[in-house]
């Protein structure tokens, strides 16, 4: 396993075909800004960030026949930030994104990563280490070993199976 840059890391996701992305945490502090102006109830702001995504997906990733598949672990209730993310990720679901949505509870016997991942292509995988407080990226892992990409891709497919297709979960903490 190495450490790699953020704008390495970057360009290998924009370079893959299919990504299949492992998410295990309940806030993201890369997201803060974001999350404030949802907070306060700054929508245009959370509207226009989407948008962006909307924008990205539909180009780099549709139109290119690439796809981009996304399995979201959470607690329930749900935390603030992912009853945001629930609210608002139809956006890029509709935009092509693969998303579903795994209660916590389901993988308590599961093994899993113990960092979000992308694997890429079948062939890699970036690790997204984060810091214990803010949620903040510290460090970038990239490992092309067989046997990490297989252990994260078998992780991947059990947790997809799992999980609950986007515009079919619903949790009690999501206003109506």
């Not at 996304?70 to 509709?94: C, F, K, N, W």
């Amino acid at each position: 396993m190495e450490s790699i840059s953020t704008e390495r890391w970057s360009n290998l996701i924009d370079k893959a075909r299919d990504v299949l992305k492992i998410e295990l945490r309940d806030y993201y502090g890369t997201d803060a800004a974001l999350f404030d102006n949802w907070r306060s109830g700054n929508l245009d702001a959370v509207t226009a960030h989407y948008r962006r995504w909307f924008e990205y997906f539909t180009t780099a990733y549709v139109e290119a026949g690439r796809s981009f598949s996304r399995v979201r672990v959470v607690s329930e209730p749900l935390s603030d930030y992912q009853r945001m993310a629930v609210i608002h990720s139809g956006v890029t679901v509709d935009a092509g994104e693969r998303l579903r949505w795994l209660p916590r509870r389901l993988v308590s016997a599961e093994a899993l990563p113990g960092n979000d991942c992308l694997i890429l292509d079948g062939s890699a995988v970036v690790f997204n280490v984060l810091d214990a407080d803010a949620g903040e990226l510290v460090e970038v892992q990239y490992s092309t070993e067989p046997d990490v990409v297989k252990f994260c891709e078998d992780a991947f497919d059990r947790s997809w199976n799992l999980a609950v297709p986007h515009h079919e979960y619903s949790a009690k903490t999501i206003p109506a």
